[in-house]
Every structure is written in structure tokens, then in C-alpha cells.
Nanobody
Framework: QMQLVQSGGGLVQAGGSLRLACVVS????????TAWFRQAPGKERVFVAG?????????ESVKGRFTISRDSRDSANTTVFLQMSSLKPEDTALYYC????????????????????WGQGTQVTVAS
């Protein structure tokens, strides 16, 4: 069983930056997949960025602006970061971190149905 606790987010002007963090604790292993998704009001949850055993994967809409990274301090705790720069009003959404104890592909990493563990969600609002 894994627990995911998110922090960060808030209100920022367009063009600004924010960093989200997600502490993943409990049962983890080196080939687990961690990712960030977001959900805007009235829309479905969509993939933003992810890290798997192959490396990092990004949605086209955030490529070049967002950076995902992962810091594994020990076998039981991993922190996943999402550094967001050049933010746009269309980036406004509730952001969720997710994890699964599986080695995904560049395609499957984008599928929200694959993930069994989710953070509580963090609001990001970008003002124009």
C-alpha cells in the first residue's frame, strides 16, 4: 500500500512558475511509475507528465515548460516534483500525482486507469 501526499500549487500570474511536490511512501520499488495528471472544471482528467524506468514523458501541451523529477531518499520514500514554468491560464486545473508499482511504456504511462494510488489533489490557478 502506498500513500501519496501533495504540496505546492496556488495562484500565479501568467508567465510565472510553481512547483508541486508529492511524497510517495510505503511500498515502492525502482521500476515504479509516477506521474502527474490534471483536471479542469467540467473536463476529464488528463496526463501531464510521468517518470518510468525508461525516463520521462510529457504531454505535448506542457513540453518545454514543465519538468518532472523524482528523488528517492530511501526504499520507502520517494518525492516526485513537477516544476512548472511559463504558466498559461489554460494550465489552471486540479493537479494530481499518481503512482503504480509497474513498469509502463511511453504509451501506457499516459493512461489514468492504470494507476492505483493517487494524491489528494492540488489547485493551480493561473491568472491572465
Amino acid at each position: 500500500q502506498m500513500q501519496l501526499v501533495q504540496s505546492g500549487g496556488g495562484l500565479v500570474q501568467a508567465g510565472g512558475s510553481l512547483r508541486l511536490a508529492c511524497v510517495v511512501s510505503g511500498r515502492t520499488f525502482s521500476r515504479m511509475t509516477t506521474a502527474w495528471f490534471r483536471q479542469a472544471p467540467g473536463k476529464e482528467r488528463v496526463f501531464v507528465a510521468g517518470i518510468n524506468w525508461l525516463g520521462t514523458v510529457y504531454a505535448e501541451s506542457v513540453k518545454g515548460r514543465f519538468t518532472i523529477s523524482r528523488d528517492s531518499r530511501d526504499s520507502a520514500n520517494t518525492t516526485v516534483f513537477l516544476q512548472m514554468s511559463s504558466l498559461k491560464p489554460e494550465d489552471t486545473a486540479l493537479y494530481y500525482c499518481a503512482a503504480v508499482l509497474a513498469a509502463t511504456t511511453a504509451t501506457s504511462i499516459r493512461d489514468a486507469r492504470l494507476y492505483r494510488n493517487w494524491g489528494q489533489g492540488t489547485q493551480v490557478t493561473v491568472a491572465s
